[in-house]
T-cell receptor, first 111, second 112 residues
Framework: DVKVTQSSRYLVKRTGEKVFLECVQD?????MFWYRQDPGLGLRLIYF???????EKGDIPEGYSVSREKKERFSLILESASTNQTSMYLC??????????FGEGSRLTVL | QQQVKQSPQSLIVQKGGISIINCAYE??????FPWYQQFPGKGPALLIA?????SEKKEGRFTISFNKSAKQFSLHIMDSQPGDSATYFC???????????FGKGTLLTVNP
């Protein structure tokens, strides 16, 4: 089975802190994605990567950056966390043109 | 700009009934339309998907109906069960663009 692992299920951070959300997939997928899920807003794409060191902005990239140094790992970085970034963050991976497989999510609270 | 509009926002169905969730899209370049199912505390998982070369796809109790001219597609859950209670998301993507655009989700509750 495909496994997408998000290292932290729950995080509480202070405004202004730098936050790292880590995601690892074990199926050698080319593509990896970071989505944000908020009630009533669905899933919104923050960033995606189709290859190592390659990244493209999604629909809501402001306030976020990403890093993909290895094929299996995709990190989401909040340089200076703000309260409006309190949310559920979902990582996903997929083979080229294939189904997305999601992790279980990281719930971030910024105080 | 919301490219995929999903309705209803929530739905309550009795066990054995039919659950119907609708989605409409604007981008005529979309050519892949999946539905994802999400249980509380879990990430979404692919339930069923369709491409516009067919008007209907059925997998067990789940059916996607697709109307290309109306730019609409819907999920039908026959003989709905309490275990089907979850949030359902429709989505769409275009060509080699593997970025999915999601609807806002429908919370389905199936009462015993």
């Amino acid at each position: 089975d495909v496994k997408v692992t998000q290292s932290s299920r729950y995080l509480v951070k202070r405004t202004g802190e730098k936050v790292f959300l880590e995601c690892v997939q074990d199926m050698d997928h080319e593509n990896m994605f970071w989505y944000r899920q908020d009630p009533g807003l669905g899933l919104r794409l923050i960033y995606f990567s189709y290859d190592v060191k390659m990244k493209e902005k999604g629909d809501i990239p402001e306030g976020y950056s990403v890093s993909r140094e290895k094929k299996e790992r995709f990190s989401l970085i909040l340089e200076s966390a703000s309260t409006n970034q309190t949310s559920m963050y979902l990582c996903a991976s997929s083979p080229l043109l294939g189904e997305l497989f999601f992790g279980e999510g990281s719930r971030l609270t910024v105080l | 700009q919301q490219q995929v509009k999903q309705s209803p926002q929530s739905l309550i169905v009795q066990k054995g009934g039919i659950s119907i969730i609708n989605c409409a899209y604007e981008n005529t370049a979309f050519d892949y339309f999946p539905w994802y199912q999400q249980f509380p505390g879990k990430g979404p998982a692919l339930l069923i998907a369709i491409r516009p070369d067919v008007s209907e796809k059925k997998e067990g109790r789940f059916t996607i109906s697709f109307n290309k001219s109306a730019k609409q597609f819907s999920l039908h859950i026959m003989d709905s069960q309490p275990g089907d209670s979850a949030t359902y998301f429709c989505a769409a993507s275009a060509g080699s663009n593997y970025k999915l655009t999601f609807g806002k989700g429908t919370l389905l509750t199936v009462n015993p």
